[in-house]
């Protein structure tokens, strides 16, 4: 099915991309290389510039220097009929509230080119896979945040696009919508579709994608599998909680020896952790240490590390306070 | 998912742009988006009854309240001068409609997927345009009824009634454009509304609509006479009422199709590069 991607090609390429809004540079340098067949996670906190190089490959923007191309075709001069090889689902799940499940998906399948009872087949046929049909002549505007998210998602998919680009598929979707987002893509992928998504969900991107690139401030920053990037934090973690707050100081400075690079400490859940190679192993004396001092322990635990190590070891901040502070 | 994979292969390959024409594919493209528009307008009958209260409300005000204290040239009844005037308003502020839904679709994102799919430019701006044309006409129909009730009287042959009702139309339709193109260029649904009222006021007000231009001080009635608003109530008004038209006819029509010159390929320009956010 994948007519215009050739056998060792990048589906989706982009080079030196730079984007600015007024004084804002969304994109900063943006390097990207997605290779067929994969699911690919673009992992950032807002802002980072993830919907601003999505929105370019899929020919909504125009980026002010650097190249991108997807399925061969670059983004810019062959716009047109790069257009009938990629599908969109937004974040804010882009639907007609006033259409219903069915005219909706009708009528993208004929803005597709598709004649009309063969858009009408096709509607049909998609709202049955997305769990849709009992709601499919009801006006979207009476669906829930998960249903729309399907619907917008169904009608990326009308005509199975080479390449599809999800834009934070599962942001503001309660947990059960999640899942089943996830399922969805899950299939997607064995159906042999390249997918881009872009999500800030760390977990989501470790669980879903095959290879994960870390966007920070209009550039990427780190590319490599989730466990790639998580041996880049330095294999194990130990994690530790105290009794007491009053502890936090003398308890640093005991872990220390024990551990690899700088330890982290939370004041408020009185919990530190840092990187320890066979961290283990260690645990042992650093609970011996811990006793001779008369720190108490509250929780001990060694752990791998999540990605949310991984961006706050590659950028220095976490995602989750950008992304409120956003 | 594996048989809509074998669909979407086939689809890929066929490519139907090689069977039709760039023609073909554009009038396809407006007629989808079309219905589109046209299903919205019984599904959100607030809109259509509000937008056919507000110019019912003028017409009886006007008769009964102004009526009485507005001089007109002798022959003439107030209401057979005001009908003219209200209907073209109506119609001018009918424009809003059409910005607003732009700025909707903008809003919703809905606006970011017609542009990333394979389709004319101007499909989604065709099919507001359109379909607004045909609202506006139903909420004519009805103002023509209430000005019947209360004494208009057209005294125009078939001929001159179907002149009246095409030029409105035509207005209908270049006014939406600029409608359009407002909602795109401001974006935001409430702003759309403000801007709305702060050029259509002064256009409606200051014109032939509601008092002879000859009644305003020199300045404004040098405006006032030479603006489009004023040229189409007039043609409209000489066509009702089966008064010769002169030139109000033909500058009218110039000044629509000069319209819709201008403000069609302005506002598919914008709309190439529109960004919801």
Redo the contacts between chains.
């Keep these: ?1 994948t ?2 991607l050739e056998h060792g090609r990048p589906a989706i390429s982009a080079v030196g991309l730079v984007k600015n809004f007024g004084k804002t540079r969304a994109l900063d340098g943006f390097d990207l290389e997605v290779a067929p067949g994969t699911v690919f996670g673009l992992l950032g906190p807002n802002g980072a510039g993830k919907t601003t190089a999505v ?1 370019i490959f ?4 125009e980026p002010d220097s650097g190249h991108a191309e997807v399925a061969g075709l670059d983004c810019v001069r062959d716009a ?2 790069l ?6 689902a ?1 974040q ?8 219903t499940g069915r ?1 909706n998906l009708e ?2 399948g ?5 004649p009309r009872a063969r858009a009408r087949a ?1 509607a049909i ?2 709202l049955e ?1 997305f769990g849709l049909s009992d709601a499919a002549n009801r ?1 979207a505007r009476t669906y829930s945040g998960g249903m729309r998210r399907r619907l917008d998602l169904a ?1 990326s ?1 009308i ?4 390449v599809l680009f999800l834009d934070e598929p599962t942001t503001g979707l309660d947990p059960r919508s999640r899942l089943s987002m996830w399922e969805l893509i899950e ?2 992928r ?4 390249t997918l881009l998504l872009t999500t800030q969900y760390l977990e989501e991107a470790d669980y879903l994608a095959d290879r994960i690139a870390v966007i920070d401030r209009g550039r990427t920053i780190a590319v490599g599998t989730a466990d790639e990037l998580k041996s880049q934090v330095g294999g194990e973690r130990i994690e530790l909680t105290l009794a007491r707050g009053s502890d936090l100081d003398a308890a640093a400075s005991a872990l220390a020896p024990h551990v690899d690079g700088s330890v982290r400490i939370d004041g408020e859940s009185r919990q530190l952790s840092a990187a320890s190679a066979n961290g283990a192993r260690r645990l042992v004396d650093v609970v011996r240490d811990f006793d001779a001092a008369g720190i108490g322990i509250e929780d001990l635990a060694v752990r791998r590390p999540t990605l949310d190590d991984v961006f706050l070891t590659l950028t220095g901040h976490g995602a989750e306070e950008e992304a409120e502070a956003a | 998912m594996s048989a809509s994979t074998a669909t979407g292969g086939e689809l890929a390959r066929s490519d139907p742009e090689r069977r039709h024409g760039w023609l073909y594919w554009q009038t396809s493209d407006a007629i989808v988006l079309t219905e589109r528009a046209l299903r919205h307008i019984p599904r959100n009958p607030e809109l259509l009854i509000f937008s056919t209260i507000q110019p019912v409300m003028f017409v009886l005000l006007f008769r009964y309240v102004f009526g009485g204290a507005i001089r007109l040239p002798p022959g003439v009844s107030y209401v057979n001068y005001l009908m003219a005037g209200v209907f073209v308003q109506t119609v001018a502020f009918g424009s809003f409609t059409t910005g607003v839904g732009m700025a909707q679709d903008l809003q919703t994102g809905l606006i970011d997927r017609f542009r990333s799919l394979p389709m004319s430019r101007a499909a989604v701006l065709l099919g507001r345009t359109l379909s607004d044309l045909v609202r506006n006409t139903f909420t004519v129909a009805v103002m023509l009824g209430v000005g019947l009730l209360v004494g208009f009287n057209p005294q125009g042959g078939g001929l001159e009634i179907a002149g009246a009702i095409g030029l409105l139309l035509l207005m209908s339709f270049a006014f939406s454009w600029v409608g359009a193109t407002v909602g795109l260029a401001v974006r935001n649904v409430e702003a759309v509304q403000s801007a709305g009222f702060i050029w259509l006021f002064p256009l409606t007000f200051a014109s032939s609509a509601f008092v002879p231009t000859s009644s305003m001080p020199a300045g404004l009635r040098a405006f006032a006479n030479n603006q489009p608003i004023t040229h189409i109530i007039n043609a409209v008004r000489d066509w009702s009422l089966g008064v010769p038209v002169g030139s109000n006819g033909w500058l009218a029509v110039v000044w629509c199709v000069g319209i819709v010159v201008v403000f069609v390929p302005l506002s598919v320009r914008l709309y190439r590069r529109a960004a919801s956010t």
């Design positions: 099915m007519t215009t929105r899929t020919t909504l923007l047109h009929r257009r009938s090889q990629i599908g969109l937004g804010y799940a882009a639907v007609d509230e006033l259409l005219e009528m993208v004929r803005l597709y080119r598709l096709r046929d998609l896979q006006p009608a998919l005509v199975t696009p080479p299939k997607l064995e159906g042999g579709t």
